[in-house]
Nanobody, 121 residues
C-alpha cells in the first residue's frame, strides 16, 4: 500500500505565502517525478509544478517566478513554496508521485487527497 499525505494548505491574503508538503509512504521501491496539481471549482485539474528525481523542474506559466518546487529524496517528500499568492491561485492542490512499488516493475501515478488553498483579495 502507498499513501501520499499533504499538509500546509489554508487561508491567506493576497500577496501572502504558503508552503505545501507531501510525503509518500508505504512499499515504495523508487520514485520518479513528483509534482503538484490544482483544481479550482468548475475547472479541470491542471499542472502547477513537477520535479524529477534528479532535480529538474517544470512550472506552469501562471506560477513561474512565484512558486518553487523542491524535494527530499531521502524522505520521499515534495514541497511547494508559494509566494505572492493571488486570488486566482485558490484551488484544491494535489500531490502526485510516479513511483514503482517494491516487487513490481510498473511505474504508476499516485495521488494525495488534496489540500485546500484559499487566497482572499
Amino acid at each position: 500500500q502507498v499513501q501520499l499525505v499533504e499538509s500546509g494548505g489554508g487561508l491567506v491574503q493576497a500577496g501572502g505565502s504558503l508552503r505545501l508538503s507531501c510525503t509518500a509512504s508505504g512499499s515504495i521501491a523508487s520514485i520518479n517525478t513528483m509534482g503538484w496539481y490544482r483544481q479550482a471549482p468548475g475547472k479541470q485539474r491542471e499542472l502547477v509544478a513537477t520535479i524529477t528525481s534528479g532535480g529538474t523542474t517544470n512550472y506552469a506559466d501562471s506560477v513561474k517566478g512565484r512558486f518553487t518546487i523542491s524535494r527530499d529524496n531521502a524522505k520521499n517528500a515534495v514541497y511547494l513554496q508559494m509566494n505572492s499568492l493571488k486570488p486566482e491561485d485558490t484551488a484544491v492542490y494535489y500531490c502526485n508521485a510516479n513511483l514503482r512499488r517494491l516487487g513490481t516493475m510498473r511505474w504508476i501515478d499516485y495521488w494525495g487527497q488534496g489540500t485546500q488553498v484559499t487566497v482572499s483579495s
